[in-house]
């Protein structure tokens, strides 16, 4: 019998009770089956201590210890074996490619079917409803109320008009937290974007009678709940050993069937409504909504709000490149009216402003470290090549592909936000072109590419031009700012956190005194020049 161990893989730092449970777990299935490797199989990479030592490696270093792994060796996938269970790690974006095209072979559903009912404390009748087949349909096939939800959620958060409405509503939010800023205001810059930035976007999606909106505390509950993703996973008494986040739950299940059923989603965006539309079609009550959408937020702000961050630093540490997308934005920015009202055209961001959509890509590139997984569903041969045992856990870190010295060039590891401009993808040979697109994943692949990439960049980079154009902002001692270093990646975050907050001072410059920001959503048609997956 085969070890599932994806569920290592969302835990917390250094727990010494995590790694003592995954002992004593991975100890008695040792005892009692460790099946041989077979010769196709790929490498297997031993620990340096052995035995235990790629259980510590996880338990303690999460997605870094796969970086560090796949730094000891030039194989394309290799294999971890951890007791009886076997992990494949893939750095290769060629197989990663092939994994992501064979979801029957290599499916997400094992694992969100554990982490369903783990993190979200699902019900054995709500299990029951997510989990239900066709008794004649391929197995294969997955879920059709989770095939339905993933289809629904991608239709209606595809480019286009009604998009780019959606994330004029996020950016209008955010312009009045900016509109409060007349002189100088000094804030912790993570801080104080995740708390404006969690809000836009709650609005977004669930309209302005959001719980969050209603109640702005709640963005610290969000945390909370973020936080604990790994020990709820754990389902080990969750109420003691993740008391903040099982409260955090609680709370948001409650708020959210509040919400449902006073009728307050009927503002909602298209990807909310529906997602209720399928889901209540499929037997939901308000209660099981309810009880996914801290989920959804999680989802749509806990790598964004990083990312925005690290945009925002990257641009505002190098004078030059804030200069340069000053100008780009100016392009497209329009004064109207006796009440002066910018407008910035956020239909043209990704057209018309070249260095910002390369500055955005380049900082997915370096700070989105996402650790995606499969399971085997049946021995399969990859690529003609490996065979992958069935109910192995498949691992596929973009951390090591993005940041490859034979993909990326000397200055891999380097920000460079001239990187994705045209003229320097124009200078690559096809094959190179070829292998950064198949290595650049920042928002996964396969049937679970995010759905919300497209909104999430217009988002960002729509929030980074407003403040790139009417603010500026100095360290608290008036210098320039400095790029922090990064915190130590858990397996459940997608983009790095900063280790430490900085401390600045947001002032708005003198031009754009007095004035109020609007956006404009354009023809709403225009082709994105963005590649995201
Ligand atoms: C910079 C921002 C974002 C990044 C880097 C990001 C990244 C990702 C990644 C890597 C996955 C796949 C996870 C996996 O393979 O296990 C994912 C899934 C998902 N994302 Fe995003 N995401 C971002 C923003 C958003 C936003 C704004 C939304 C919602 C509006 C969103 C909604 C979702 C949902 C619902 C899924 C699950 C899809 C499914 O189950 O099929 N994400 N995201």
Redesign the pocket.
């Known amino acids: 019998m085969a070890l599932n161990l994806s569920w290592i893989w969302n835990g917390e730092p250094s727990y010494l009770y995590i790694a003592l449970v995954l002992f004593a777990a991975g100890a008695l299935t040792w005892l009692f089956s460790s099946p041989k490797s077979d010769p196709r199989e790929p490498p297997i990479l031993r620990p340096r201590i052995p035995i235990i030592g790629h259980l510590l490696g996880l338990a303690i270093d999460q997605a870094e210890y796969l970086q560090k792994l796949s730094a000891r060796t030039t194989h394309p996938i290799f294999t971890l074996r951890i007791f009886s269970g076997r992990i494949y790690v893939i750095n290769s974006p060629t197989l990663v490619q092939a994994v992501y095209k064979a979801p029957k072979s290599f499916s997400?559903d094992p694992?969100?079917v554990d982490a369903s009912k783990s993190i979200f404390g699902l019900s054995d009748e709500h299990m029951a409803i997510i989990t239900k087949r066709d008794p004649d349909a391929d197995p294969a096939d997955g879920f059709p109320l989770?095939r339905a939800?993933?289809a629904v959620?991608?239709a209606t958060?595809a480019t286009g008009r009604p998009l780019l409405e959606m994330n004029a509503r996020a950016l209008n939010t955010f312009a009045r937290f900016l509109d409060t800023i007349e002189g100088s205001k000094s804030v912790k810059l993570y801080s104080w974007l995740f708390h404006t930035f969690t809000v836009a976007?709650a609005e977004?999606?669930y309209g302005p009678n959001n719980p969050i909106s209603l109640n702005r505390k709640l963005v610290t509950s969000l945390l909370d709940f973020e936080a604990a993703i790994g020990l709820l996973y754990l389902n080990v008494l969750p109420s003691i050993t993740a008391s903040k986040g099982y409260q955090a739950r609680t709370l948001f299940a409650t708020e959210f069937k509040k919400y449902y059923d006073t009728g307050r989603d009927k503002d909602a965006a298209a990807?909310i409504q529906g997602r209720k539309r399928v889901l209540t079609g499929g037997g939901y009550s308000t209660d099981d909504l309810a009880s996914f959408d801290i989920?959804?937020l999680v989802?749509?702000?806990?790598?964004?709000n990083?990312?925005?961050f690290w945009l925002l630093i990257h641009i505002y540490s190098t004078p030059s490149l804030l200069s340069s997308i000053r100008a780009e934005i100016q392009n497209i920015t329009t004064l109207k009216g006796a009440n002066r009202t910018a407008e910035i055209n956020i239909s043209a961001l990704n057209t018309q402003c070249p260095l910002l959509v390369s500055t955005w890509q380049e900082t997915?590139r370096i700070t989105?470290a996402?650790?995606?997984?499969r399971v085997v569903v049946n021995d399969t041969l990859l690529d003609d090549t490996y065979l992958l045992k069935k109910g192995a856990v498949i691992q596929?870190a973009?951390g090591p592909m993005h940041t490859s010295r034979s993909i990326w060039g000397e200055d891999s590891t380097s920000f460079n936000a001239a990187r994705f401009t045209k003229f320097n993808e124009d200078h690559l040979d096809k094959s190179t072109r070829k292998l950064r697109k198949q290595g650049f994943?920042?928002?996964?692949?396969?049937?679970?590419?995010?759905?919300?990439?497209y909104?999430?960049?217009t988002?960002?980079m729509g929030v980074v031009a407003t403040v790139v154009l009417g603010y500026d902002i100095v360290g608290k001692d008036g210098g320039k700012l400095v790029v922090p270093s990064v915190k130590k990646q858990k397996m459940s975050v997608?983009?790095k956190q900063p280790e430490s907050d900085v401390e600045v001072v947001i002032t708005r410059r003198r031009e754009w005194e007095g004035v109020r920001w609007g956006f404009d959503v354009g023809a709403g048609a225009e082709e994105q020049d963005l590649f995201l997956g």
């Open positions: 997400f694992i969100f989770s939800t993933q959620m991608h958060m976007t977004a999606l990807i989920g959804m989802a749509s702000t806990m790598n964004s990083p990312a925005l997915l989105d996402t650790v995606s997984s596929m973009c994943v920042p928002f996964g692949g396969g049937t679970v590419l995010c759905p919300g990439r909104f999430a960049s988002e960002i997608q983009v």
